[in-house]
């Protein structure tokens, strides 16, 4: 089973930063595009980063440059580097991926558990 598990979330204070990691594994043939979500509580989950398999890359408008998203093809890992940090950014943090298990079997779209993000003095 393809499966994707997020770390580097907790607390920390505003203005400070963070550094989210994605790891996936199992059967992989080929992952394609990745993203982070995000999820406050009473809030819709909405796209934080999103970026391709070249590596092109588009942010939430929210975001105002205070995030980069990343990936390392080699090792099958996402990144999301967060400066800045403000308590809106509270949240839970999805990783979210686009994979080819087999190569000759179609492209599913997975999701990790998620990764709490907590913004607070």
């Known amino acids: 089973q393809v499966q994707l598990v997020e770390s580097g979330g907790g607390l920390v204070q505003p203005g400070g930063s963070l550094r989210l990691s994605c790891s996936a594994s199992g059967s992989i043939s080929m992952i394609y595009g990745m993203s982070w979500y995000r999820q406050a509580p009473g809030k819709q989950r909405e796209l934080v980063a999103t970026?391709?398999?070249?590596?092109?890359?588009n942010y939430g408008v929210f975001v105002k440059g205070r995030f980069t998203i990343a990936r390392d093809n080699a090792n099958n890992t996402l990144y999301l580097q967060m400066n800045s940090l403000k308590p809106e950014d509270t949240a839970v943090y999805y990783c979210n991926a686009d994979i080819r298990p087999v190569y000759t079997g179609p492209m599913y779209n997975y999701w990790g558990q998620g990764t709490q993000v907590t913004v607070s003095s």
């Open positions: 970026i391709s398999t070249a590596g092109n890359t």
